[in-house]
């Protein structure tokens, strides 16, 4: 069975522009989790999808968003990237009858 | 705000020695659980409590969820430098988990 795919594995961005981070998550899992792992921070929760809609999303701007596909993968999207938006973005996914996550290896955003 | 706290945040031991690590909350959480890290990947689930004085042993791990479930601690015995990483506590609600910050182990040969 796969896992929790993530895509791109690095990505580097220039201070102002847009990212989009891609995930799929393991087949049958209808929930999509996105976190921010930031140096000291620990994981920040930022945006959680189930069966295509929006169902909460932590304390970070607007200009973090995403969608969740029909097929069940997502995307997330950061705009206006600002030196401190560098960190590594984690997917992960989970069935309802399950408590615990599948994490993605993540994708390491680098804003310069 | 539910906030977890693990300590300590760092801890180096040699290959062979005993370690606990903590995480406490003021919150109750419906279920806790234990994942592990290592440098340039996404955590690992390690084990699920769910039961209030629940205790679980997975080889030389032992977890332990607070008779209020709002505290838990992990456990483990004659540590190898394969245990190094960084060990996240996780307390579980509505289908949302909010991490600990971690406890960076490193074992030392």
């Known amino acids: 069975e796969a896992g929790v795919t993530q895509s791109p594995t690095h990505l580097i961005k220039t201070r102002g522009q847009q990212a989009t981070l891609r995930c799929s998550p393991i087949s049958g899992h209808t929930s999509v989790y996105w976190y921010q792992q930031a140096l000291g921070l620990g994981l920040q929760f930022l945006l959680w999808y189930d069966e295509g809609e929006e169902r909460n999303r932590g304390n970070f701007p607007p200009r973090f968003s995403g969608r969740q596909f029909p097929n069940y993968s997502s995307e997330l999207n950061v705009n206006a990237l600002e030196l401190e938006d560098s960190a590594l973005y984690l997917c992960?996914?989970?069935?309802?009858?399950?408590?615990?996550?599948?994490f993605g290896s993540g994708t390491r955003l680098t804003v310069v | 705000t539910q906030l977890l706290e693990q300590s300590p945040q760092f801890l180096s031991i040699q290959e062979g020695e005993n370690l606990t690590v903590y995480c406490n909350s003021s919150s109750v959480f419906s279920s806790l659980q234990w994942y592990r890290q290592e440098p340039g990947e996404g955590p690992v689930l390690l084990v699920t409590?769910?039961?209030?004085?629940e205790v679980k042993k997975l080889k030389r791990l032992t977890f332990q969820f607070g008779d209020a479930r709002k505290d838990s601690s992990l456990h483990i015995t004659a540590a190898q430098p394969g245990d190094t990483g960084l060990y996240l506590c996780?307390?579980?609600?509505?289908?949302?988990?909010?991490f600990g910050k971690g406890t960076l182990l490193t074992v030392n040969p």
């Open positions: 996780a307390g579980g609600s509505n289908y949302k988990l909010t």
């Open positions: 992960a996914s989970n069935s309802r009858r399950f408590h615990g996550y599948t």
């Open positions: 409590v769910v039961t209030g004085g």
